[in-house]
């Protein structure tokens, strides 16, 4: 008898987990991003005060970030950004990050507490609508002098990539 119990509970949770990961699947397919091909020029709050653009912001390059506090992949990557922007930062790159916290109160401790030297802005739906309207983070744009998106990366950069494209974009 109970052989035969416990061979039925577990066809069940083989039956479930199969349904589970069914659906985890097909919803995974149903789901698309839909990045544009160009950023368009949008406006959002600076979280350190004022009003600034992405045309104000760009580069010869522009690693565009989107990111919050409350994110882990998100802080996991700052190092690298901050390598980036320490090794192409005087040849022509400009990180543009977006921070998707509730209050710019938030993301201006954010910045200030882990350092970050370039500018931040505080999220808007033109900036997310310009971007595709990810609904993820952390979702990384490598962007080129003529706003054309030439990589981009869902989940946490993959630093060879984004190197290679800053390098190939820099002319280094």
Known sequence: MRSSTYKILAWVGAVIFL???FYAIEAKSRYKLNFPETVVNFTADDVMG???DYLSEKGTATLIVLTASWCPSCRAELPTLKKFHEDFGPKGL???MIDEDDSKKVARKYKKSMEIPWTMLHWNYDALKALGNPGVIPVSF???KDDKIQHVDVG???ELKVRHELKRLLGL
Do not use: E, M, W, Y
Request: hydrophobic share 45%; charged share 20%; proline share 0%.
């Open 142 to 144: 490598v962007v080129d």
């Open 50 to 52: 004022g009003k600034s």
């Open 94 to 96: 400009r990180i543009l």
């Open 156 to 158: 946490t950069l993959n």
């Open 19 to 21: 349904g589970f990961a």
